[in-house]
């Protein structure tokens, strides 16, 4: 009797344990639900609420003006360490600079007379410190002279030759014809407008600063010419887009001034497809269209298409 009262005792303290321990669990677990929550609900604010709700006001102008002053008070605090869940990490150092760029070598070197000892014997170089910044040269505009020297008979001034009087070397080719443009100076344009965010006018503006007047309406006339002659290039990345298991497709509404024959308040959409096999999802394209309908659209980028479409109702 005495030896069944003891098991139980060990029992009921080994229950109560166990019971602890699953209490303490499940209040670390329902304060990490709570968490997850919040900050699911803060993603789907910021994805799905109102434009002009999507960012506190806070978040969207509080570095309008202090943007430089802000940054380099959180990153002037070297090796800080920060508290993530549940350990600390310590911020790394500054990064090296990559080796591909080339290096130009200043020594600074003690004068001559400071190199003998107070023995009298001259100091030996025993190593050295390396320090290394970074400096930028302004962009350099050049204007690249093509010459084509004529040449002419002066005994019969071309009259025995079925070549013509005058014999000169054929223009070179342009990527824009008839333009002053090179083909780098329009792969700088486009790229400063697409990948760096940069309007065509504030690079006219930058022109003009540097003495060179090309207008917005020049840059525009490149952007659309070029564009045009990458439509071969269009056709590869549908056909790419198509290889793939999976396409994400949407449209976003969008607003175009001085459209030909329409007002500036009708609504025009972008449409965006994402799919592609080499990696999964690597081709992104963008297809403006005036209207919504995705009758047409569809059809030349899905015709042939075996495979899964995701898009939103």
């Avoid at 609900?41 to 430089?68: C, G, T």
């Avoid at 003690?110 to 320090?131: D, M, N, Q």
Wanted: hydrophobic share 35%; with cysteine.
């Amino acid at each position: 009797m005495i030896a069944e009262l003891l098991t139980l005792r060990e029992e009921n303290s080994e229950l109560r344990s166990i019971l602890q321990k699953n209490a303490v669990s499940i209040e670390s677990k329902d304060i990490e639900i709570d968490r997850l929550e919040m900050e699911l609900r803060l993603l789907r604010h910021k994805l799905y609420a109102p434009k002009s709700e999507q960012m506190a006001v806070d978040d969207v102008q509080a570095h309008l003006f202090n943007e430089a002053e802000a940054t380099t008070e959180r990153e002037e605090k070297p090796a800080e360490e920060q508290e993530i869940v549940s350990y600390r990490r310590k911020k790394g150092g500054r990064r090296p600079l990559p080796e591909n760029l080339p290096r130009i070598e200043e020594v600074h070197d003690i004068p001559e007379e400071a190199k003998v000892c107070g023995c009298g014997s001259s100091l030996s170089r025993i190593g050295e410190e390396v320090t290394e910044e970074l400096d930028i040269v302004p962009r350099q505009c050049r204007v690249i002279r093509h010459i084509r020297p004529k040449y002419a008979c002066r005994q019969c001034e071309g009259v025995e030759s079925d070549k013509g009087a005058v014999q000169i070397a054929p223009p070179a080719v342009q990527l824009l014809p008839k333009t002053i443009a090179t083909a780098g100076l329009i792969a700088s344009v486009v790229v400063e407008k697409f990948a760096d965010g940069l309007p065509l006018y504030r690079q006219a503006a930058r022109f003009s600063r540097e003495g060179i007047e090309v207008s917005r309406g020049t840059l525009s006339n490149w952007v659309v010419r070029v564009g045009e002659l990458c439509s071969p290039l269009l056709e590869i990345l549908r056909e790419e887009l198509r290889a793939g298991p999976l396409i994400n497709a949407d449209e976003t509404p969008v607003q175009v001034l001085n459209e030909p024959g329409r007002a500036n308040t009708t609504k025009s959409y972008m449409w965006v497809f994402r799919g592609g096999m080499s990696p999964p999802g690597s081709v992104v394209v963008f297809d403006y269209r005036p209207t919504r309908s995705g009758k047409d659209i569809l059809k030349e980028y899905l015709s042939g298409y075996s495979g899964y479409v995701q898009t939103d109702g």
